[in-house]
Nanobody
Framework: QVQVVESGGGLVQPGGFLRLSCTAS????????MGWYRQAPGKERELVAQ????????VYADSVKGRCLISRDNDKNVVYLQLLTVKQEDTAVYYC?????WGQGTQVIVSS
């Protein structure tokens, strides 16, 4: 069964650190483009970061560039999203996508 499952969301204080995990099954994360997306209340879903299957090339949204890292662990078949110095505008449901499959998302709330 092909699926991705996100984890690691929750309440984070402004300026803090966030690490999300996307565990894939039914396909290999190193053979497909994997992406993290987010959808804030009242807004459309947007790409946050993407990692390519070849040479692990990455793409980041301007809003997170310089404070975000997408990476993967091929042995664990997991893709990570790390976000530093989080801001209130990072509040959103974060989704993982790969092999045409979406996860159910994990809620991130940035608040003091």
């Amino acid at each position: 069964q092909v699926q991705v499952v996100e984890s690691g969301g929750g309440l984070v204080q402004p300026g803090g650190f966030l690490r999300l995990s996307c565990t894939a099954s039914g396909f290999s994360v190193n053979r497909h483009i994997m992406g993290w997306y987010r959808q804030a209340p009242g807004k459309e879903r947007e790409l946050v970061a993407q990692i390519r299957e070849l040479r692990s090339g990455t793409v980041y949204a301007d809003s997170v560039k310089g404070r975000c890292l997408i990476s993967r662990d091929n042995d664990k078949n997991v893709v990570y999203l790390q976000l530093l110095t989080v801001k209130q505008e990072d509040t959103a449901v974060y989704y993982c996508n790969g092999f045409g499959t979406w996860g159910q998302g994990t809620q991130v709330i940035v608040s003091s």
